[in-house]
């Protein structure tokens, strides 16, 4: 199902987000490799759900940091991370696995501060743009993740889409309008091949750079300013489709 939204709907999410705790870990990976990456945990002290969330091409974990909270506020356990590798799709979707055991990791530790607070076992993997990417061939190759939200996510090579076939949990696509920077279209063409169940939402008139919150400034001296309606819409579309799928 593809569905067209404007901005009557985008005041539901206007509300700023509550306050949540926050914090930016370091974290090692395979080959000596090290991911700076900003944590946002939800009220209380129970377990949560865990949400990671990755940025697109050249962006960092500062272009989601409203997300982060946002999503934090909404219940979940949030890790968003400055990925290292320069356009590798698919070592950036093992990188994101490799941070959901660390978090497991950190979960059995006494001395973390997420100790008692992750679980793991229960995991959404989302991005912008080639982030989408690297979420889909995360979700593709690991159980732990039960869904899935491209946000103006670009294909490359039809990877993403190969890896599709190998998915059996729900996706959410959010769609920006056709333009250079999401392959004229590309969102659609590998929303089109994801398994059901999905939905796919093209939110009219928005820019590939909307599905950041907060946007890059650099990037809007390009692209034009963004609109904070649509930029809601798409960070509330995204919680929504998370507290119905990853309770």
Not at 92 to 106: E, K, N, P, S
Request: proline residues 6%; hydrophobic residues 45%.
């Amino acid at each position: 199902m593809i569905v067209t939204v404007g901005l009557l709907v985008a005041a539901l999410h206007a509300a700023e987000a509550p306050r949540v705790e926050s914090f930016t870990a370091t974290v090692k990976l395979a080959g000596n490799l090290e991911m700076p990456v900003d944590v946002y945990l939800p009220p209380g002290k129970t377990a949560a759900p865990v949400v990671l969330l990755a940025h697109g091409f050249t962006q960092n974990k500062n272009f989601h940091a409203n997300q982060g909270r946002h999503l934090a506020a909404a219940g979940f356990v949030v890790l968003v991370p400055s990925l290292q590798r320069f356009a590798d799709h698919a070592g950036h979707g093992r990188d994101l696995l490799g941070l959901l055991d660390w978090a497991a990791t950190q979960d059995s530790d006494k001395t973390s501060r997420l100790h008692g607070r992750v679980n793991s076992k229960r995991a959404a993997a989302c991005g912008h743009s080639s982030g989408g990417l690297s979420a889909l061939l995360a979700a593709a190759a690991d159980k732990r993740i039960r869904a899935l939200v491209l946000l103006d996510a670009v294909d490359r090579d039809g990877l993403g889409a190969k890896a599709a076939a190998n998915l059996r949990i729900p996706s959410l696509s959010l769609c920006a309008e056709p333009s250079p920077w999401n392959d004229s279209g590309s969102p659609l063409k590998l929303a089109a091949a994801l398994p059901e169940p999905k939905m796919v939402v093209k939110i009219a008139g928005a820019s590939h750079l909307e599905a950041q919150d907060p946007a890059n400034k650099l990037a809007e001296m390009v692209l034009g300013k963004v609109n904070p309606q649509r930029q809601q819409r798409f960070t509330g579309e995204m919680t929504e489709w998370l507290k119905r799928y990853l309770p």
